[in-house]
């Protein structure tokens, strides 16, 4: 089974997108729907999830999708905030109170799924014993 390349593979335009702009971006179009609709706004948490163990997929090993997740899951939380209070709307969804601790939240989801996803590129590049 041939495994997408590393983080560290990609040019340095690749890696800045993938690590910061793309959950900045995503971050912030959740964020938008926290004032729009509870629906939406949980899908989308629940595909960050997602985005966060590929994101560990991208390293090898569990140490360095934590690192991966940690950054993703801070960017990924600050973004949703600035977007929300940029939209003004009432969230529609229940956040933490104060709000601040929603970067918190999403900064240890992010380190726990990223370690998951480096943990799993490790497991499927380890030699098969038998």
Known sequence: MRLPPL???HPRWVQVSLAVVLPALFG???GYFLGVSETTYLVL????????IAAGFDHHGAAAGARRGFLGGAIFGAAILVAHEISGADPKADIPDPA???IVLTTVLGLAFGTLG???RARATAPVSG
């Open 7 to 9: 983080l560290a593979d």
């Open 118 to 120: 480096g943990w799993l």
């Open 100 to 102: 601040i601790l929603l």
């Open 28 to 30: 912030a179009l959740t």
């Open 45 to 52: 948490g629940l595909l960050g999830v997602l985005g966060g």
